[in-house]
């Protein structure tokens, strides 16, 4: 099959169990990703912004095959994911990687960080002898700027900071020259003040390693800068409701969730976000995810609800711009 | 500085310090601190995690948890309380009556078992509103006040609010016995993006509404640009620097205070180029010698690394503490 993403997500459905229903009732399941089509080009950024909950994270692993989907496919070069085998997929596995939200969990805590960061080049036997290793840690240390590399290679990562221990993870993820990274949240839980040096740091990568990224996020302020130049998606309870190129989204957004949710970001600059309104929802709290409305999931917070249409079916993601596609019945043509 | 606006104060905080005490290790969550809180502001502390924000905010209730103690220091409420000095029923009244604090995770502090309006019923009930009706009324108009429908909230059980009912429940509550301050402990921290504008909204509403002084903890700048008249910035246990909000965005003056500035990205004008602070959080149990940021402040001199600076008024409302202020752009 020839497309011409890396990463391709075609109608992929992730359902969850979410316990019983009641008491020995039977038991619920929500679809956490609901139909997604989405897909990731050859040295691309893409910022995936949605809320807590709305399925960004599940997404993002069901797209490096951490998760396997109910429905739908993954495609990685064109081949689906869940039907490799053998080298094939070792290759897949080498070739896309994920750095984790929360650097106090994802790494080993009885392991040196030597011994974390070889792991995968040990797993894939990609270097012979323990002084190439040896060097490929130093060098990977040096990139992250862990320096001097000799003092953080024997470290545990109790022994390191918040921000020392992305950078850990970071050099763990990138140790295989992976052509697609996954980062879900990473500086989520970095102090402020350091959570700039972590962007930069993988922005930088970026251009060394020309990998794509899918770069996860709930706050717009990062996932704009971090995407810059590339697109950015926002998802909405399992939907991907807006596509777009980075900086028209902001400017020009058209689902009007997309609308609300920039309308409501705080900007730190006091002469404009005091004159700056929130648009008005009919409904400030989001549904239940198990439980969301028919038709267009926001229809019930929408201030332009259709009253017919939108509760009644759900609409696609057509593209109303050029390489602008947005999901809403105002922008089909 | 002759020509002083004289503002009146509710609170005046002179060289507070608050200590933890662990084994023989001791930390200054709070370091030398004062701060004079003006009656009807809204302030604004900000800090990192670990800069000693919610320690400070603790203190004006005299409510430091062991092991922490307030070693030295002076707090004193509307020119004549000195709060650190209550005890017994004048700290409990002083407590609801005078401040309240809606504490960080706050929406999670509601008793499950319990419908909302009983839990507000009872908190009346124990500060002298036994009258059941008058309680009712009291509880409804301050729903309303932060925009939730009395009637169905104080049937609901915390469980059937989603998060941003919850802390708007949870702020209403907090007036219930009309404070004159209210200290609100990263109010919006676990909410989601459109409900915290909401509250944030709904903050600057009880403000207009009931004149009440607040006090923003808080990590993001962004939301005190949103809600706060002055800020406040901390850092290892110290206020670094104090300005209108304006002033602060505007001309920085200490060099923590504009690199924190440089490192917050926004969504809107352009994609500024943003720069990190450089190094590490300061490890509070073993501090630099002089100014605490001096390991990663780009202006350090040898001044800066032998005595700490003061928190000095350089002008008007503008608080700083930095030997090398004058030189930051």
């Not at chain 1, 139909?35 to 399925?55: A, D, T």
């Not at chain 1, 939108?310 to 711009?321: I, S, Y």
């Not at chain 2, 429940?169 to 007036?175: D, N, R």
Request: proline residues 6%; contains cysteine.
């Amino acid at each position: 099959m020839k497309t011409d993403y890396l990463v391709e997500a075609i109608n992929l459905t992730v359902r969850f169990k979410a316990g019983l229903s009641s008491l020995f009732g039977k038991s619920v399941s929500f679809s956490a990703v609901d139909s997604c089509s989405f897909g990731v080009r050859n040295g691309e950024v893409v910022s995936l912004v949605g809320e807590s909950g709305c399925g960004k994270t599940t997404l993002g692993k069901t797209m490096i095959g951490l998760i396997k989907p109910t429905h739908g496919t993954v495609l990685y070069e064109g081949r689906d994911i869940w039907r490799m085998k053998g080298k094939e997929y070792s290759l897949f596995r080498r070739n896309a990687q994920i750095i984790h939200q929360d650097p106090y969990a994802s790494l080993h805590p009885v392991k040196r960080v030597y011994d974390i960061v070889s792991s995968g080049i040990r797993y894939h036997k990609l270097l012979p002898s323990e002084n190439e290793i040896r060097a490929k840690i130093v060098e990977l240390l040096n990139l992250v700027g862990l320096t001097p590399p000799e003092y953080f290679m024997n470290k545990y990562a109790h022994q390191l900071s918040g921000g020392q221990r992305q950078r850990v993870a970071i050099a763990r993820a990138i140790s295989l020259n992976p052509k697609f990274i996954v980062a879900d949240e990473i500086v989520t839980m970095i102090d402020v003040s350091l959570r700039i040096g972590i962007l930069n740091l993988l922005l930088d990568l970026r251009k060394r390693l020309n990998a794509s990224f899918l770069f996860i996020t709930h706050d717009f302020g990062v996932a704009r800068y971090f995407a810059e130049e590339g697109r950015t998606a926002v998802m909405y309870l399992g939907s991907i409701i807006e596509v777009g190129k980075t900086d028209e989204l902001i400017h020009d957004p058209l689902h009007p969730y997309t609308k609300a949710l920039l309308s409501a970001v705080p900007v730190p600059d006091p002469t404009l976000s005091k004159k700056r309104k929130m648009i008005e929802l009919r409904k400030i709290d989001p549904p239940n995810p198990i439980n969301p409305p028919p038709g267009c999931k926001f229809s019930d917070r929408c201030p332009f609800l259709m009253e017919g249409k939108c509760d009644k079916q759900t609409p696609g993601l057509v593209e109303a711009k050029p390489e602008h596609f947005v999901s809403c019945y105002l922008f089909e043509s | 500085m002759g020509e002083q606006k004289n503002f009146e104060s509710i609170y005046e905080v002179e060289n507070l310090t608050v200590e933890y005490v662990l084994r023989n290790l001791s930390v200054k969550a709070v370091n030398d601190v004062s701060i004079k809180i003006r009656k009807g502001e809204a302030l604004g502390i900000v800090g990192e995690s670990g800069s000693g924000k919610t320690t400070l905010a603790l203190s004006l209730l005299n409510l430091v948890p062991s092991p922490g103690r307030i070693t030295s220091g002076r707090i004193i409420f509307d020119g004549e309380i000195d709060v650190l000095s209550l005890n017994g029923e004048d700290l409990r009244t002083f407590r609801w009556k005078q401040v309240a604090m809606v504490f960080q995770g706050a929406l999670n502090s509601f008793n499950p078992v319990l419908r909302i309006g009983d839990q507000m019923l009872e908190t009346m009930k124990e500060h002298g509103v036994t009258n059941k009706e008058e309680g009712v009324e009291r509880a409804s108009v301050l729903l309303k006040l932060v925009r939730l429908d009395p009637e169905r909230t104080m049937k609901a059980f915390p469980h059937e609010l989603s998060g941003g009912m919850k802390q708007r429940a949870m702020i209403a509550m907090s007036l219930l016995l009309n404070p004159r301050v209210l200290i609100l402990d990263e109010p919006t921290t676990a909410l989601d993006v459109i409900s915290q504008k909401y509250i944030l909204d709904v903050l600057s509403d009880l403000r207009r509404k009931l004149g009440i002084t607040m006090i923003l903890l808080t990590h993001d700048l962004a939301i005190c640009a949103e809600l706060a008249d002055r800020i406040a910035v901390t850092y290892a246990g110290k206020i670094v620097e104090i300005a209108k909000t304006e002033d602060l965005f505007l001309r920085p003056k200490h060099p923590y205070s504009t690199g924190l500035i440089q490192a917050t990205p926004s969504v809107l004008g352009d994609v500024k180029s943003l720069k990190p602070i450089p190094g590490s959080p300061p490890d509070m149990f073993s501090l630099p010698t002089g100014c605490a940021f001096n390991p990663r402040c780009p202006l350090a001199a040898d001044l800066c690394r032998k005595s700490v600076p003061r928190l000095e008024e350089v002008s008007e409302d503008r608080f700083i503490a930095c030997h090398r202020w004058r030189e930051v752009e």
